[in-house]
């Protein structure tokens, strides 16, 4: 039985290996990708979507052009981490595939109400603008959505955009806070999980030594991902982050973390865009969201090295 999902995304390096970790997962059935402005702009993330469509050979998925824009407040991208073309480290093409004229909002709206209630998982990797903005407009699929795999946040492991915040949930905190507040089942890979899944030099070895197109194009990324990241971090490679949405879906044992109430700081200019995670339980707040602590790194990579190898 393979599971339903759409991924809102914003390529992005990262963005781009969770597209192609799901595209080599038959266990998925990715119902479209809609694209929102984050790591640079919706121009930017709507042609890179279908970039990594045309590598992995599947032009048949539908790319929606979304929000390019937060809902109430200026865009912030993070040109500085992912290089102007939001894909650095690969060298790009113009993509040949259409981009859908159907806008990502009414993608979303259009096939939450066709689709089986509960029969569709919303994975969002980028800032939540295209679902807090479907949420608000149609509150009726908010009900019929299955349940909610997203990368944003952090706890333990603090901002990487500001001290308090992480870029997703930064870039548009009130569409977190419509998402977090929703009521559907949230499971939430923050920071604090994709600080444990670092990408090393031996793990682009890998990506290259598959002697693929798109072997090659993830070995590329992932190198100039990590280049920032090790400066910044001083680590031994880079967090992949959104391809951890992906593997959770694939392989759920390789994560623990906790049911806890996290909350969304939408009014402190200083913690604007803070998940505020109950996890010592000391609020009678609801526990509205798993917020994933720890990730076995081998495992995840151990996975996502055999399905890239796949395509
Ligand atoms: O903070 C990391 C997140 O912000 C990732 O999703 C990355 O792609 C950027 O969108
Ligand atoms: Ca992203």
Redesign the pocket.
């Known amino acids: 039985m393979t599971r339903k999902i759409i991924i809102d995304?914003?390529?992005?390096q990262?963005?781009a290996v969770a597209i192609l970790l799901a595209l080599a997962s038959p266990e998925l059935d990715l119902l479209g990708i809609t694209c929102v402005a984050?790591?640079v702009p919706l121009a930017l993330t709507s042609r890179n979507a279908r970039i990594v469509c045309e590598l992995a050979g599947r032009t048949e998925v539908p790319v929606y052009p979304g929000c390019d824009r937060p809902m109430s407040r200026d865009l912030r991208t993070a040109e500085h981490v992912h290089g102007g073309t939001g894909l650095d480290g690969v060298e790009l093409w113009e993509p040949q595939m259409p981009l859908q004229d159907t806008h990502a909002v009414d993608f979303l709206i259009e096939t939450l109400r066709r689709e089986a209630p509960g029969t569709v998982t919303l994975c969002p990797?980028?800032p939540l603008t295209n679902i807090g903005t479907a949420f608000t407009r149609a509150p009726d699929i908010v009900e019929k959505v299955q349940e909610i795999v997203l990368?944003g946040g952090a706890y333990f492991e603090v901002g990487n955009i500001t001290p308090a915040a992480e870029f997703?949930i930064y870039v548009d905190p009130e569409a977190a806070e419509i998402v977090f507040k929703s009521g559907r089942p949230i499971t939430v890979l923050p920071l604090d999980a994709s600080h444990k899944a670092l990408t090393t030099a031996e793990h682009v070895q890998g990506f290259r030594t598959m002697g693929t197109r798109v072997g090659d194009a993830v070995a590329g990324w992932t190198d100039f991902f990590e280049r920032f990241d090790k400066e910044k971090y001083a680590s031994p490679g880079a967090p992949l982050?959104?391809p951890l949405v992906i593997a959770w879906l694939l392989k759920p044992d390789l994560f623990s973390g906790r049911q806890v109430n996290v909350e969304i700081e939408t009014l402190s200019d200083l913690t604007r865009g803070m998940t505020v995670a109950d996890w010592w339980g000391v609020t009678d707040r609801p526990k509205n969201a798993f917020f994933v602590g720890d990730v076995d790194a081998a495992g995840f990579f151990a996975l996502l090295t055999e399905r890239i190898g796949r395509l």
């Open positions: 995304t914003d390529p992005g990262d963005d984050g790591n990797m980028g990368m997703n982050h959104d």
